[in-house]
């Protein structure tokens, strides 16, 4: 299979903060190695797209939301690695596509919009019955490689266990947002056993990540590994923001040239920060910030708040 040629830099990150706190804080930028199909989403999709080849599959299904970095990375991938792709998205279409569908439109990805009630049946068997697609689609889908909303599954866990190759210093602490949690998964697999994984969740809800990184991890060995989950930085839940938020994200970019986005790295960052305030890292300790990309996603803020 084609490869990419992998550009992702360790960069060091120093202000008064990380001075004051006596912490060695680096961000790890996957954002950098494709503007869409970078951060996770890359190692989510790697070994999924793999065994679509390996069983010849000619198309993908996978789910997202309307701004989702999953499906416009899955666009890419497709036009890439020469996949026919197809997205079924959460709403009913409203008029003129956003950029993140606009986009994955280009890439060649066909889109089905079904309303949310029968979006959440999209794992039950009889998903493509409810969803009142055409004949032609139906048999597409069912020839189709699928895979789940996010890239959350087994395979996407095991590509995200090579995020931390790319870590070329000894570190004790290595974080990363959370979503459906797979990343985490897959960064805590890389661990040795000093080391830490700090994940921060940035959907609202007490432990419900706990389990479900919990659940990931059964099907893997991963005794020893030492990881927690932060859900005090969510702000309100996903894709909220605040201006406590925004002011972090413009100071943060203008002090070190790092662009954030604002439903995932903008949280951890601003965790990050707070937790070193608090004396939460001990000094000397080398701390791993993983960028996991997701910078399309802020065009749709910038229409959002426009209305
Ligand atoms: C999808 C995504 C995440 C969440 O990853 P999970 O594996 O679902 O926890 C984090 N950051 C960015 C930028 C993402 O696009």
């Known amino acids: 299979m084609q490869e990419f040629s992998f550009d992702i830099p360790l960069q060091?990150?120093?202000?008064?903060?990380?001075?004051?706190?006596?912490v060695k804080l680096f961000m790890l930028r996957t954002d950098l190695n494709h503007?869409?199909?970078?951060?996770?989403?890359?190692?989510?999709?790697?070994?999924n797209l793999e065994e679509a080849r390996k069983r010849k599959k000619e198309a993908i299904v996978t789910f997202g939301g309307a701004f989702?970095?999953?499906?416009?990375?899955?666009?890419?991938?497709?036009k890439v690695y020469g996949f026919k792709t197809i997205g079924i998205i959460r709403g009913d279409e409203t008029g003129d596509l956003n950029p993140t569908l606009k986009f994955a439109m280009?890439?060649?990805?066909?889109?089905?919009?079904?309303?949310?009630?029968?979006?959440?049946?999209?794992?039950?068997?009889?998903?493509?019955?409810?969803?009142?697609?055409?004949?032609?689609?139906?048999?597409?889908?069912n020839n189709s490689f699928i895979i789940p909303e996010g890239g959350a599954n087994s395979l996407g866990i095991k590509g995200?266990?090579?995020i931390g190759n790319y870590i070329t210093i000894p570190y004790d602490?290595?974080?990363?947002?959370?979503?459906?949690?797979?990343?985490?998964?897959?960064?805590?697999?890389?661990?040795?056993?000093?080391?830490?994984?700090?994940?921060?969740?940035?959907?609202?809800?007490?432990?419900?990540?706990?389990?479900?990184?919990d659940k990931w991890l059964h099907e893997f060995s991963s005794a020893y590994k030492s990881w927690s989950i932060n859900e005090d930085y969510h702000f309100g839940g996903y894709a909220k923001r605040t201006p406590q938020l925004?002011?972090?994200?413009?100071?943060?970019?203008?002090?070190?040239?790092?662009?954030l986005d604002f439903v995932y790295t903008s949280k951890m960052m601003f965790g990050i920060y707070d937790l070193m305030q608090k004396n939460h890292f001990q000094k000397g300790q080398t701390v791993i910030a993983v960028h996991t990309g997701g910078l399309q996603g802020n065009a749709g803020?910038?229409?959002?708040s426009k209305d």
Do not use: W
């Open 35 to 47: 503007p869409y199909f970078g951060g996770n989403k890359f190692f989510k999709l790697k070994y």
């Open 160 to 162: 995200c266990s090579e």
């Open 301 to 304: 803020f910038k229409i959002k």
């Open 68 to 78: 989702s970095n999953h499906i416009a990375a899955t666009a890419v991938a497709g």
């Open 246 to 259: 925004i002011a972090f994200v413009e100071e943060f970019e203008r002090l070190h040239n790092i662009p």
């Open 106 to 141: 280009e890439q060649g990805m066909e889109l089905h919009f079904v309303s949310r009630e029968i979006y959440k049946l999209k794992e039950n068997f009889d998903f493509i019955d409810k969803a009142q697609f055409s004949k032609s689609t139906i048999l597409q889908i």
């Open 173 to 213: 602490v290595i974080c990363c947002p959370c979503g459906t949690g797979t990343t985490l998964a897959g960064i805590i697999l890389s661990l040795d056993v000093a080391q830490k994984a700090l994940g921060f969740q940035v959907l609202k809800g007490e432990n419900y990540l706990q389990n479900e990184v």
């Open 12 to 22: 060091p990150i120093e202000d008064e903060i990380t001075i004051a706190a006596g």
